[in-house]
C-alpha cells in the first residue's frame, strides 16, 4: 500500500448534492476521466493497493455533520466496496493518514485511531462486527477490515 498524491488521482463533481443525496464525482487519472462514479466530493486521500485497486477517502465538505466514505476501487470493475463512518450530527475531521505495506491507519471522530486492511480476495463477514458508528451495506462477504482504537464513545459519552 501506498498514498497516491492528488495530481495523480483526483475527482470532478458531477452532481452537487441534495437534501437527500449525497455529491456525485468522477475519478480522473493523470487527469483523465474514467467514467467511474463515486458518492462524495473531496478526494481526502488515496492509497494505491496494487496496480489496479485503490482505497479512496471522500467527505462532502458538509460542516457539522461530516461523513468519511472509504471506497475500495477496482479500475476494471468500478467500485467493489463502499462503507461510512459518521452519523448525524456528528462531526469529524480526515487527519493523521499513516500507511503501511499491509494497513493504513488515521484519525476521524472521536479519540480512536482508525485502521484499515484491504484483503487480496473476499472474506466473510459477521453481522454487527463493524465498530460503532461504521455502517456499510449487509453482505456475507467484505475486502476492507476496519477497527477503531479506543472504540468511538456514543453520543452521552460511553462506550
Known sequence: MEEVT????????VSE???TTQARS?????GNPTG???????????IKIDSRRYLLF??????????????????????????TIGGAYTSGYFEN???SPHSASFSFIGDATWTVKVSA????????????GV???MGLRKYIDISATPAPARADGSR
Do not use: H, W
Request: glycine share 4%; hydrophobic share 50%.
Open 6 to 13: 492528488t495530481l495523480s488521482l483526483s475527482l470532478s463533481e
Open 17 to 19: 448534492a441534495t437534501d
Open 26 to 30: 468522477e475519478i480522473l487519472i493523470g
Open 36 to 46: 467511474i462514479i463515486i458518492p462524495g466530493k473531496v478526494l481526502e486521500a488515496a
Open 58 to 83: 471522500v467527505t462532502d465538505d458538509v460542516i457539522f455533520e461530516e461523513m468519511l466514505t472509504l471506497l475500495l476501487l477496482d479500475l476494471s470493475q468500478g467500485v467493489i466496496e463502499e462503507l
Open 97 to 99: 493518514l499513516k500507511v
Open 121 to 132: 480476495s473476499p472474506i466473510f463477514k459477521l453481522p454487527f462486527s463493524d465498530p460503532r
Open 135 to 137: 455502517s456499510r451495506p
